[in-house]
């Protein structure tokens, strides 16, 4: 296997470059070969930085598209961390390209080349890490919803699994914790489950609240998250109140926080928030009861959930209380 130099035009062993250099410029690319990034291919450097042109030249000198590092690091990985869209869909197009023998019937060598195209698809997009994480993970960590769509469109995992366990690497929680709303949307609008509970990280909207990441917040609220469902008895309000967002606590009590609800270690909100801030103010107001037109808007959007809440518009509604419905 060799580099070529785009400027000398000669061909360099990777043997050479491994043993004798610690980087090297690739077709625009500097590849860095020391540190804890020491067994990263230039695929995944190419992939990294979205030089496609590099990244093809690669694929046609023989690199394997499913080339891992010893951390089992895919270029997909690094291609869908970067946003780069055009490298990932490169890349899943090369990693279906399963060779059949063509000893089959033309039929049946059809047949086993669409089942294995298939299923060479699924392994590739939810390939893991070994810390368990995917490359729709590594979208929503880098932020960009056209990757986050393409491996969706792709057969994407949207709860990645190792056996019967469920990751802690989520890609909704990710997305919720760095405030990419664009990415949880998209993930939102394919099914994934808005109250998921992750041990030691809770709900998306739990998360979101630590992070403090109101519009996350307040889109997960929108689409029907459970404002009660947080970390086992820690709530998102309790987490809201720790912080000093204040928006953040109006959201979650708007669309039903419980003022009065406890931790595991029996302490309400209140309890938790800085003293004499806008925070512990604005709880300390809204421990008079509701309204009954809020109790009545919170017990419909309750029965109709985040699954149904979408047909709303059936019901038949005046425009004016279905606009109440959806705090418009």
């Not at 990034?37 to 690199?63: I, K, N, Y």
């Not at 998250?225 to 204040?246: C, F, K, Y």
Request: charged letters at 15%; glycine letters at 8%; aromatic letters at 6%.
């Amino acid at each position: 296997m060799a580099i070529h130099s785009t400027r000398m035009r000669i061909s360099i062993p990777m043997s050479i470059v491994n043993m004798h250099m610690n980087s090297i410029w690739f077709y625009g690319i500097f590849l860095n070969l020391s540190g804890s990034w020491a067994d990263r291919s230039p695929l995944h450097e190419a992939a990294f930085h979205g030089q496609l042109l590099a990244l093809m030249t690669l694929v046609a000198q023989g690199f394997s598209v499913n080339i891992v590092t010893m951390e089992k690091v895919s270029p997909l990985h690094d291609a869908c961390l970067g946003g780069r869209v055009s490298c990932a869909r490169f890349l899943l197009e090369k990693g279906a390209a399963v060779s059949v023998g063509r000893t089959e019937p033309p039929h049946r060598y059809l047949m086993l080349k669409s089942e294995r195209l298939f299923h060479s698809h699924l392994r590739q997009v939810n390939a893991t890490t070994i810390d368990g994480v995917t490359p729709l993970f590594s979208a929503c960590r880098g932020g960009s919803p056209a990757c986050v769509q393409l491996l969706l469109d792709h057969g994407s995992a949207l709860h990645p699994t190792h056996g019967s366990t469920l990751l802690v690497a989520s890609p909704i929680h990710e997305a919720a914790q760095r405030g990419h709303w664009e990415c949880m949307e998209i993930l939102i609008a394919h099914g994934v489950d808005l109250d998921l509970e992750i041990p030691k990280l809770g709900t998306p909207l739990y998360i979101s609240c630590v992070s403090q990441k109101v519009h996350c917040v307040e889109r997960l609220l929108q689409l029907g998250a459970d404002a009660s469902r947080g970390r086992g008895q820690d709530t998102p309000l309790h987490a809201a109140a720790r912080q000093t967002d204040v928006h953040v606590v109006e959201l979650l009590i708007d669309y039903g926080a419980d003022v009065w609800s406890r931790d595991g270690e029996g302490r309400r909100p209140v309890e938790l928030a800085m003293p004499l801030s806008l925070v512990e103010a604005e709880l300390l107001l809204r421990e008079h009861p509701p309204a009954l037109s809020q109790l009545c808007r919170l017990h419909i959007r309750h029965v109709l959930g985040s699954v149904r809440l979408h047909l709303a518009p059936n019901l038949g509604l005046p425009s004016h209380l279905y606009s109440f419905l959806f705090y418009r």
